[in-house]
């Protein structure tokens, strides 16, 4: 028997072992060659010292500076399981033909083998969420009925759109589940702040209570949490924004789901039973499964399947570096209502939810014409569950449109309006979403128009956005909207 080498997001009872156990690396080179946000650390290294607790004498916790140290330390080789990312998954690819890793077995964290997924698209002219999400219903058996969609409907979208409810700043949902920190933690913690006096590690970000689940035990209850108490109100809120209320009814289990402390299918099928047993309406549970074994599971796949390039695709050429205030998470360099309380989110927590993330940050992002890439690489160290195989699809495609089309039929920007509409930001905002000219005019409304000028040949063939390339034509002030955005330069709004 051989020893199972698990990464720190391998960490579920799903990543199985044999007798002689598994060994986890805490590696210092890993974790100072990015300026990660400090509560995504602090998340990681709980969760898998927390592991290495709970697992006793089955594991060994070496903490070196590589990880081919560690295998050096150890002194034996072992088996893994498929890695997450492309440079993790070239390490093993070196450490096999060298002899220190002995096999490489398939992931159990996702629901659909590599395999199979390059079976599903082989031949396909495009690739589509929807046809992938009905395939993974209908293979899961997850509210279908003898292969058609419980409800009549693949999806319930449009009951999942409503705006927040009007004269409240909170949605009437308890709260989320929240962990309590314990000593694993507060060594974690003194372990950061002396590798960061000591320039061992670099980030960004506030430190704060540790907010998502880094156990086993911690996953489920945040998962029954949400599914008994939060569901219900999941779907017809999902995305909406309340600047009182940065958790709203979602999930909080992209975390601990991204640690391998939960495994989808089982998150899916407890939705569902939730749904059969009239505790939770279709909508929601639909919306919410859709996240899971659709969403989730088609971006796993597709940055295994796109070139190792995607990332640097950059189909609308924007080449602007994230400004100082953008990139340290200085909200308080920003008066926009929404956009200071979505970097405070970001700074605070590490995390805001998908509709912040796409019609508020990503949104500002491709109206400015931030580099993609630099982007992602944002996304992907700011945020708790970011990794490298999350960010490059959600931003580099669906985001900001910079695939061309590859992920996304049309690009995710928008005016004012959109936020006025779908969020409580506006009303107290210096900023009128109505006006695109002027001191009191809305970035967000006149970054919209700049950014359907700066790109109208790019886009032009478009259906799906046709319309606004169009409408651009009759605005009267359009000369002085343009120049009135260049002379925004890279300042903070």
């Not at 156990?21 to 400090?38: D, F, K, W």
Request: proline residues 7%; negative net charge.
């Amino acid at each position: 028997m051989t020893r199972r080498w698990l990464f720190a997001d391998q960490l579920g009872p799903h990543f199985r072992f044999g007798r002689e156990g598994v060994v986890l690396v805490e590696s210092t080179a890993a974790l100072g060659r990015r300026r990660y946000h400090r509560q995504k650390l602090h998340l990681l290294l709980s969760a898998l010292r927390h592991r290495a607790a709970e697992l006793g004498d089955s594991a060994v916790l070496l903490r070196t500076r590589t990880y081919a140290e560690a295998l050096d330390e150890l002194g034996e080789t072992v088996r893994v399981y498929e890695p997450t990312s492309r440079p993790a998954a070239d390490l093993v690819q070196r450490l096999l033909d060298d002899g220190r890793v002995e096999a490489v077995d398939p992931t159990p964290g996702y629901s659909l083998p590599r395999g199979d997924f390059a079976q599903w698209a082989g031949g396909r002219r495009r690739l589509r969420m929807e046809d992938f999400y009905r395939f993974q219903r209908q293979r899961l058996d997850l509210l279908v009925d003898d292969g058609r969609p419980v409800g009549g409907r693949w999806s319930f979208d449009e009951d999942n759109r409503e705006p927040p409810p009007k004269g409240r700043d909170r949605l009437d949902v308890p709260a989320p589940y929240r962990p309590r920190e314990d000593d694993i933690d507060a060594q974690v913690r003194d372990d950061l702040d002396r590798w960061e006096r000591e320039g061992v590690v670099t980030t960004v970000g506030r430190d704060g209570p540790r907010l998502f689940a880094a156990t086993r035990r911690e996953a489920l209850a945040a998962l029954e949490r949400f599914v008994t108490e939060r569901l219900p109100a999941f779907g017809p809120h999902e995305d909406a924004m309340l600047r009182g209320d940065w958790a709203m009814a979602h999930s909080l289990l992209s975390a601990p789901m991204n640690l391998g402390l939960l495994d989808p299918v089982e998150v899916a099928h407890r939705a569902v039973r939730a749904y059969e047993e009239g505790e939770a309406p279709l909508a929601s549970v639909e919306g919410f499964v859709r996240q899971v074994v659709g969403w989730r599971e088609y971006v796993w796949h597709l940055y295994w399947h796109f070139r190792p390039t995607y990332r640097r695709r950059n189909a609308l050429a924007a080449h602007e570096p994230l400004p100082p205030w953008f990139d340290d998470l200085d909200a308080d360099a920003v008066d926009a209502a929404c956009l200071h309380d979505v970097l405070a989110g970001v700074r605070d927590r590490g995390w805001v939810h998908h509709i912040p993330r796409l019609m508020v940050l990503g949104n500002w992002a491709a109206q400015r014409g931030y580099d993609p890439d630099e982007l992602t690489e944002w996304f992907q160290t700011r945020f708790v569950d970011g990794y490298d195989w999350v960010m490059p699809p959600n931003v580099v495609g669906m985001s900001q449109h910079a695939d061309g089309g590859a992920m996304a039929t049309k690009p995710y920007v928008s005016g004012g309006a959109y936020l006025d509409r779908m969020s409580d930001y506006c009303g107290g905002c210096r900023y009128d979403p109505k006006l695109r000219v002027g001191e009191d005019a809305c970035p967000f409304t006149a970054g919209y128009w700049a950014y359907l000028d700066r790109n109208a040949e790019r886009l032009q063939g478009n259906p799906r956005i046709a319309r606004p390339l169009q409408q651009r034509h009759r605005l009267k002030d359009l000369e002085e909207l343009l120049a009135q955005e260049r002379s925004r330069g890279d300042a903070a709004p």
